[in-house]
């Protein structure tokens, strides 16, 4: 009896043990091995500055609004990457943001990019650091002209706005702006909930 006792524990810890190991190796390709990944593969980071606008994070707009998000130059049609694996919690077309992707990590973390010439993935799907989540584009409110191609993203937790250098992105600041002027532009923390969102920006996403 008792070897028979014996022998079922120990079939029940290996199938444990087999069910865990097989987890893990499920799990393995969506572990983040960096803080952040770059979201497009230009090098360096280059934060968009033209005629049209100032794509550094909390950089000023009008209606005493800030820019929530970062805008990377990159080449039209070049591939736009996840910077940390999660679940792709949105995809859509908005009339300020173009076509984006919004993803939800660990954490209580999510980032969201913008003006997508095309989406390459579905809503529910998993996606892992660095993966292809669509291509740099123009749409949106980037159609014009006059401004640079880039992709727009932007990092939330909690509700708030998180610049993404502060997760370890290193981004370049725009050709022609000093970090004085930089840290005028951001000015202060972020704003409380409920105040006046800037057009292009989650907020205007979700309907402010």
């Not at 998000?69 to 990159?74: E, R, T």
């Amino acid at each position: 009896m008792r070897w028979r006792r014996r022998r079922r524990q120990g079939w029940l810890a290996g199938l444990v043990l087999g069910g865990g190991l097989v987890a893990a190796a499920y799990e393995l390709p969506y572990v983040n091995w960096q803080p952040v990944v770059p979201p497009v593969d230009a090098h360096p980071l280059i934060v968009r500055m033209d005629a049209k606008g100032d794509g550094r994070f909390w950089s000023p707009r009008s209606g005493n609004r800030r820019h929530r998000g970062v805008d990377l130059a990159a080449p039209l049609n070049s591939p736009v990457r996840a910077i940390r694996s999660g679940t792709v919690a949105e995809t859509g077309t908005h009339r300020g943001l173009g076509r984006f992707v919004e993803l939800e990590h660990r954490g209580g973390l999510r980032s969201l990019y913008a003006h997508l010439a095309r989406v390459q993935v579905e809503p529910g799907a998993r996606v892992r650091q660095g993966d292809v989540i669509g291509l740099v584009g123009k749409t949106g409110n980037a159609r014009h002209r006059w401004i640079t191609p880039h992709v727009h993203l932007e990092v939330w937790r909690g509700g708030e706005p998180v610049d993404p250098a502060a997760l370890g992105l290193e981004v370049t600041p725009p050709r022609g702006g000093g970090d004085g002027e930089q840290g005028r532009a951001r000015g202060g923390p972020p704003p409380a909930r409920g105040t006046e969102p800037d057009a292009i920006e989650r907020d205007a996403l979700r309907g402010g």
